[in-house]
C-alpha cells in the first residue's frame, strides 16, 4: 500500500499564478483533509471532505477551492497563489471521524509563492 | 475555540534518559487526543491515540496519558534513543460544533545525544 500520496513535492509560483495539489489514497477512506504547516502556528485545516462529491471549509479557507470527485482523490486549487500561501500542505485521511480513527498523512508539498 | 499548548518548545536529552512531554487543551470537550511525530521534512505518523473515554495508551516505550477534566496529556519516552530525535505533535478532535477538525500544538522538537 502506497498509503497517501501527494503530486508535487515541490512548486515555486509567482504571485496570480494557479496551481493543483493532488492527493490520493489508497486505504478507502471515506474522509480527506488539506492543511498547511507554517512557522509558529502550526498545522490549520483549510477543507476536508466527508466523501465522494462532499467537501466543506476549515479553519482558513480563503483564496483555496476543493474537490473530490473521485473517493480517492482529493485536489486543492489555488486559483491565484500569493505570497502568504507560501508554506507546506498536507493531505491526511482516515477512515471515519468519529473518534477511534486517526488521520493519516500524506509527505506534504513545499510550495514558495515569490 | 480550541487551543492546544505544548511545553517545552525544545528539548535535549541524553541517550536512555526517560523524558516526559506536555500537552494542554482549553476546551474539554473532546472525541479523542493524539500524539504524532514529525521528522525533518517528513508528513506526520501517528503513535498514539486516547478516547475521550480512556485515561492512557501504550505503545512500545511510549506511554500516553489523557486527564480530560483538566486539559492535559502526557507523553512519556522510555530509554530515549536518537532515533527519537523529531517532533512531536500533540493534536485534539473535537466534538460539538465541527466533529471533524483536529486541533494541533505547534509541536516539541526532541533531541537525543548519543
Known amino acids: 500500500n502506497a498509503g497517501v500520496t501527494q503530486t508535487p513535492k515541490f512548486r515555486v509560483l509567482k504571485t496570480g499564478q494557479s496551481m493543483t495539489l493532488l492527493c490520493a489514497q489508497d486505504?478507502?477512506?471515506?474522509?480527506m483533509y488539506w492543511y498547511r504547516q507554517d512557522p509558529g502556528m502550526g498545522l490549520r485545516l483549510i477543507h476536508y471532505?466527508?466523501?465522494?462529491?462532499?467537501?466543506a471549509k476549515g479553519e482558513v479557507p480563503d483564496g483555496y477551492n476543493v474537490s473530490r470527485l473521485k473517493k480517492q482523490n482529493f485536489l486543492l486549487g489555488l486559483e491565484s497563489a500569493a505570497p502568504s500561501q507560501t508554506s507546506v500542505y498536507f493531505c491526511?485521511?482516515?477512515?471515519?471521524?468519529?473518534?477511534?480513527?486517526?488521520?493519516?498523512f500524506g509527505p506534504g508539498t513545499r510550495l514558495t509563492v515569490l | 475555540k480550541q487551543e492546544v499548548t505544548q511545553i517545552p518548545a525544545a528539548l535535549s536529552v541524553p541517550e536512555g534518559e526517560n523524558l516526559v512531554l506536555n500537552c494542554s487543551f482549553t476546551?474539554?470537550?473532546?472525541?479523542?487526543l493524539q500524539w504524532f511525530r514529525q521528522d525533518p521534512g517528513k508528513g506526520l505518523t501517528s503513535l498514539l491515540l486516547?478516547?475521550?473515554?480512556?485515561r492512557e495508551q501504550t505503545s512500545g516505550r511510549l506511554n500516553a496519558s489523557l486527564d480530560k477534566s483538566s486539559g492535559r496529556s502526557t507523553l512519556y519516552i522510555a530509554a530515549s534513543q536518537p532515533g527519537d530525535s523529531a517532533t512531536y505533535l500533540c493534536?485534539?478532535?473535537?466534538?460539538?460544533?465541527?466533529?471533524?477538525?483536529?486541533?494541533f500544538g505547534k509541536g516539541t522538537l526532541l533531541t537525543v545525544n548519543p
Open positions: 491526511a485521511s482516515s477512515y471515519s471521524a468519529g473518534g477511534i480513527d486517526t488521520q493519516y
Open positions: 486505504m478507502n477512506h471515506e474522509y
Open positions: 471532505s466527508v466523501g465522494e462529491g462532499t467537501t
Open positions: 476546551d474539554s470537550a473532546i472525541y479523542n
Open positions: 486516547i478516547q475521550s473515554s480512556q
Open positions: 493534536a485534539v478532535l473535537n466534538s460539538g460544533g465541527s466533529n471533524y477538525k483536529l486541533t
